[in-house]
């Protein structure tokens, strides 16, 4: 499995016998819930964004906050993003450009209307969650003898989860009245959910490097991870073709 603050080398790991209970549990709930969609709004905030108008800074900072610590698939990505980063400056880069392609197809997609199908991009991005799991357990390497470039997948990742957003708030009909500063303070509050859900993942991954069962768990957690990629691309095909 491959371990490095920048995206290189590779370490073999064993498979452990317990799991990271978060991540467990978080897949339980993905089994589980099959109603779930990856980048639903809840209806209270439906109907409150069809009913606006005009400019409302603070509520769609909100909402844009909210959905990000929410949002089980960009969580599931960044845990991947930073699993085996340990340099706040890699990571600040890594999340960084993640940012960049999640904002900027989210703001393009609404400010002009794309129409594309939010089930395909949704299974798109269960699968770069499937990507970095096996990116961190060294399949690439092992399989083809290549190492992607794991800085552009990030970005290139980023446009399909900006893109997922996207399609979901165009469903919702936003006013034109004050669209562009709306949809720029729902992009703040998504960075801002982002900082809150990535401090508390730094968090519980630093103590949890600092015990003897980091190295001996890591690959199941992983795998789990890759998994619950596989369920979301499952459910969200599965939508495609008898919705």
């Not at 969609?37 to 439906?46: I, L, M, R």
């Not at 990116?135 to 997948?153: C, E, I, S, Y």
């Not at 980091?214 to 369920?231: D, K, Q, R, S």
Request: charge should be neutral; proline fraction near 2%.
């Amino acid at each position: 499995m491959k371990q490095s603050s920048s995206g290189g080398g590779s370490r073999a790991l064993v498979p452990g016998l317990s799991v990271l209970q978060p991540l467990l549990a978080l897949l339980s709930l993905l089994v589980m819930a099959g109603a779930a969609a990856a980048h639903a709004v809840a209806e209270g905030d439906k109907g409150y964004i069809q009913e606006i108008t005009g400019v409302n800074l603070i509520p769609f900072v909100y909402l844009g906050a909210k959905h990000m610590v929410t949002g089980y698939d960009h969580l599931l990505f960044l845990f991947g993003v930073i699993f085996f980063l340990y340099r706040l400056k890699h990571i600040g880069i890594y999340v960084s450009l993640f940012a960049v392609g999640h904002s900027t197809t989210m703001l393009l997609g609404v400010y002009y209307g794309w129409n594309v199908s939010s089930y395909l991009i949704d299974a798109i991005i269960g699968l770069s969650v499937v990507y970095k799991a096996l990116d961190n357990l060294g399949a690439f390497q092992r399989w083809f003898g290549v190492q992607p470039d794991t800085k552009a997948a990030t970005l290139i990742f980023g446009f399909f989860h900006g893109l997922g957003l996207a399609t979901k708030i165009l469903e919702y009909q936003i006013a034109e009245d004050g669209l562009l500063p709306n949809l720029l303070a729902f992009n703040v509050g998504v960075e801002i959910g982002q900082l809150i859900a990535l401090t508390i993942i730094l968090i519980a991954m630093s103590y949890w490097r600092k015990t003897s069962s980091f190295l001996l768990h890591a690959y199941t957690a992983n795998v789990l991870m890759m998994t619950a990629g596989f369920v979301l691309i499952g459910y969200q095909l599965t939508g495609y073709f008898v919705a």
